[in-house]
Nanobody
Framework: QVQLVESGGGLVQAGGSLRLSCAAS????????MGWFRQAPGKEREFVAV????????YYTDSAKGRFTISRDNAKKMVYLQMNSLKPEDTAVYYC???????????????WGQGTQVTVSS
């Protein structure tokens, strides 16, 4: 069992940066791939980034490449999403999730956090 709690969201101007954090509890954290997803009002939840259990492999959606960086610290049971050059279209609730495999399909993730709101003003 893994519990996930996101933090770090907020209101930022376009071009600004935010660092999202996801704190995990549970002894099996280090065995899970960790993903970030987001959901904007009226839209489906979409994949943002994923990192393998070891941290050696990452993958991003096209809109996040070059702007966002996912990382993890297994000793601290933390996952991070550094977001730079933010755009109004990045506005959404951001969720972290734990899964057995580093994939983009949200349905394959087992544990989810409650989400943190990110709002980017123009």
């Amino acid at each position: 069992q893994v519990q996930l709690v996101e933090s770090g969201g907020g209101l930022v101007q376009a071009g600004g940066s935010l660092r999202l954090s996801c704190a995990a509890s549970g002894r099996t954290f280090r065995s899970f791939a960790m993903g970030w997803f987001r959901q904007a009002p009226g839209k489906e939840r979409e994949f943002v980034a994923v990192i393998s259990w070891s941290g050696s492999s990452t993958y991003y959606t096209d809109s996040a490449k070059g702007r966002f960086t996912i990382s993890r610290d297994n000793a601290k049971k933390m996952v991070y999403l550094q977001m730079n050059s933010l755009k109004p279209e990045d506005t959404a609730v951001y969720y972290c999730a734990a899964g057995d495999v580093a994939v983009v399909d949200a349905n394959l993730y087992v544990f989810w956090g409650q989400g943190t709101q990110v709002t980017v003003s123009s």
